[in-house]
């Protein structure tokens, strides 16, 4: 009997995974978790191309996905839009069939504009994983924040999670909803009327009013960073107002000690996170990095197998 596979031969977003997908993912990054700590050499990816194509700025993706690559013995190569001749007018699908004609085969994407991972996955025989589109999807960060969790707890089933701060704006919280409902977490929303759906049920979450509300309820806090890149103007009062009102301070913790907070990253801190407590006992942020590299281990050696 061959090797289970996932239910689609790339990934584009979250809501397209399975339980049985994610329990895939979930043993497969233990699996890599436990044997690299014992100093093992991985060799799945060895003769494959993976190219990084990066439209936006990324630290954690980008690096963990570029270190994940390399330790399954996988060649990697950086594909720099700035300096590509996509400013000398050649067109997007135009540069993904130049870079597949030197035998790249699987692509780690990021683009500003939603839809563009789709877009290259139809037009090339290789692998497209969406490392973040628009405001679309970011299905690799959810499912490092529901294997971190799943870590902690031994299981994401039952969890109550409450999503904090920039919901309208944010591809995590999307991604995040969609795979937390498939694993069976409750989950709610906290945020300014201005930062949440205009349509406030169009993802089934109930709205949680205020931060004491939420921390009453939650298991874990997942916190958002405002991001300003893609916010119009006049949308929030002030950055001191939003901080006031929504930013999570140290308190919050220490009246419930078994709180979990969780955060993408990058971190705004003294915007929407009190500085004190990234070295709080049940802060995860870092956790949650270095779970990004075995997730993206484990779905590079499941995408990319039969290359
Ligand atoms: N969480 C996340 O996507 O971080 P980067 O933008 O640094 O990749």
């Known amino acids: ?107 780690v994407v990021r683009h500003g504009k939603s839809g563009v991972p789709q877009f290259l996955q139809a037009n090339t025989s290789g692998v497209i994983l969406n490392a973040g589109d628009g405001k679309h999807a970011h299905p690799t960060q959810a499912l490092l924040d529901s294997y971190t969790l799943y870590r902690h707890f031994g299981a994401v089933k039952g969890l109550k999670v409450c999503i ?68 119009e103007s006049g949308i929030l009062p002030s950055i001191t107002e939003f901080s006031k009102y929504y930013g999570v301070k140290y308190e919050h913790f220490t009246r419930k000690p078994e709180l979990v907070l969780m955060h993408p990253g990058p971190v705004n801190f003294g915007v929407e996170l009190d500085y004190r407590l990234s070295t709080y006992p049940n802060c995860l942020i870092q956790t949650q990095v270095t779970h990004g590299v075995f997730i993206r281990m484990a779905l590079l050696s499941l995408l990319g197998r039969d290359l």
């Open 1 to 107: 009997m061959g090797e289970l596979k996932l239910s689609k031969p790339y990934l584009l977003q979250a809501a397209d995974l399975t339980t049985e997908d994610v329990k895939l993912i979930f043993d497969k990054s233990d699996y890599f978790l436990e044997h690299y700590k014992r100093g093992e050499k991985f060799d799945d990816l060895k003769g494959v191309t993976v190219a990084m194509v990066f439209f936006e700025p990324s630290t954690r993706t980008k690096l963990s996905f570029d270190i994940a690559a390399k330790r399954l013995s996988a060649d990697t190569i950086s594909f720099q839009s700035a300096t590509s001749s996509l400013t000398k007018g050649e067109s997007l699908i135009d540069t993904l069939h130049t870079i597949e004609a030197m035998g790249v085969q699987m692509y």
């Open 164 to 231: 904090i701060g920039d919901i309208i704006h944010s591809r995590v919280a999307r991604s995040d909803i969609a795979l937390l409902k498939t694993l069976g977490a409750e989950v709610t929303l906290c945020a300014p009327g201005t930062l949440l759906p205009r349509n406030r049920n169009i993802w089934d979450c109930p709205i949680i009013e205020s931060l004491d509300d939420a921390v009453e309820w939650a298991d874990v806090m997942l916190v958002l960073r405002l991001q300003r890149e893609r916010m």
